[in-house]
């Protein structure tokens, strides 16, 4: 038995970057919803997809791009990152896409 009714995490302050943390997939080079307001991995430079990754709406993925890597997480760490889902908010590192893929599979 306990001798304390809460726990210590019960009267902790959380942190600003708690937020940014659980927001962050693995494999972002930095933290989500650090870059610009309203942009996604999809539209970054660095979102490393394939020209096969669309899915249909209806499938697992719901019409979003299969996960992809980032280019800038390869960059910085040297290794390939876990794939992150396109709709993930954009880091600190995002570069502008002037082409970015279509959301939604064509028909």
Do not use: W
């Not at 650090?34 to 430079?45: A, D, M, S, V, Y």
């Amino acid at each position: 038995m306990s001798l304390f009714k809460d726990s210590i995490q019960d009267h902790l302050t959380p942190s600003p970057v708690d937020a940014l943390a659980r927001a962050s997939h693995p494999g972002m080079a930095h933290f989500a919803g650090t870059g610009p307001r309203g942009k996604t991995c999809r539209e970054c430079l660095f979102f490393n997809h394939g020209p096969h990754d669309y899915r249909a709406k209806g499938g697992k993925y719901r019409g979003l791009i299969e996960p992809a890597t980032c280019g800038k997480y390869r960059a910085i760490t040297l290794t390939v990152g876990a794939k992150i889902p396109d709709d993930a908010a954009a880091c600190k590192y995002f570069d502008e896409n002037s082409t970015p893929p279509d959301r939604f599979q064509k028909s």
